[in-house]
């Protein structure tokens, strides 16, 4: 595993990516078709940015992507990316107005994860929170036939998480990228085809 860790962070280096994590995201799209050019993608917990530099690329200059994370980074993106620094998740004037501005979203996608604490259990409570708030915000601003996607932390609640999203979605699929390292227990919650209406950001 070690060897499998070495490959993918020399390779983000060669590539130019920030983080390994990157992979993951191409993974998903390959087996997914989660990107176009033209889409406009809200992308939560982005620093460093990798997904977000895929984004970038794959949506093309005719496409938007909004990220968002409470880190700064160094990162330079395209004039397609906004990356603004602050809680995805807490109303705040500035970001929801920029959100609703360009909503709807073809694409959510969310490498979201708690601080860890150690005890498996509260870690995966507290995924499954962001989780649930992500998908939240999706449902809020996702255009008819959109995509979700979402980091999440395997546990006994996420079965019954993945059963309530189905209304709102074509397909529920769950995700393990090869490039996820094996030890870790992360799994990725892939939402098709959104169904569901969208409602504008704070209403009912």
Known sequence: MKKLHDHYFKKAKQENYPARSVYKLKEM????????????????????????????????PSGR???LDLKATDTAFAPNVTFLVGDALQPDPERMALIEATQPFHLVISDMAPKTTG????DQARSLELVEQALALARSCLVHGGHFVAKVFQGPDVKPFLDAMRPDFAKVKTAKP???????FEIFIVGLGFTGQTRPIGGS
């Open 65 to 67: 992507v909004i990220a």
């Open 29 to 60: 799209d390959k087996a997914f078709k989660l990107f176009a050019p033209g889409l406009k993608v809200l992308d939560l917990g982005a620093a460093p940015g990798s997904w977000t530099l895929y984004a970038s690329q794959k949506v093309g």
């Open 119 to 122: 005890s498996r259990i509260t």
């Open 178 to 184: 090869k490039s996820s390292r094996s030890e870790s």
